[in-house]
Nanobody, 120 residues
Framework: QVQLVESGGGLVQAGGSLRLSCAASGSIFSIARMGWYRQTPGKQRELVAVVTSGGSTNYADSVKGRFTVSRDAAKNTVALQMNNLKPEDTAVYYC??????????????WGQGTQVSVSS
């Protein structure tokens, strides 16, 4: 099994910054990508930013230019630097790890979530 432990959430004023970190441990093989999703009450979980094993990144349009995702493959960690935060960024942020095995497909693993609150 894979365990993901997040840290770094909190309360910040609009325009401020936060950095989220996630460490993966356990039976980790063939990581396809790691990254972050977020969810607010009554809404579906949405992709925020991911980075693939090859280093490619993908961001939600709403965070482009403000958030930066990075990964340390040697340590199996992923971070999300969030700058110029806006009240609409308020959500529970979840770390995600996707593994992929040819012939078996993909598996998604999730952290427990960390609250990010941005006050106006």
């Amino acid at each position: 099994q894979v365990q993901l432990v997040e840290s770094g959430g909190g309360l910040v004023q609009a325009g401020g910054s936060l950095r989220l970190s996630c460490a993966a441990s356990g039976s980790i093989f063939s990581i396809a990508r790691m990254g972050w999703y977020r969810q607010t009450p009554g809404k579906q979980r949405e992709l925020v930013a991911v980075v693939t094993s090859g280093g490619s990144t993908n961001y939600a349009d709403s965070v482009k230019g403000r958030f930066t995702v990075s990964r340390d493959a040697a340590k199996n960690t992923v971070a999300l630097q969030m700058n110029n935060l806006k009240p609409e960024d308020t959500a529970v942020y979840y770390c995600n790890l996707r593994s992929y095995y040819p012939g078996l497909g993909a598996n998604d693993y999730w952290g427990q979530g960390t609250q990010v609150s941005v006050s106006s």
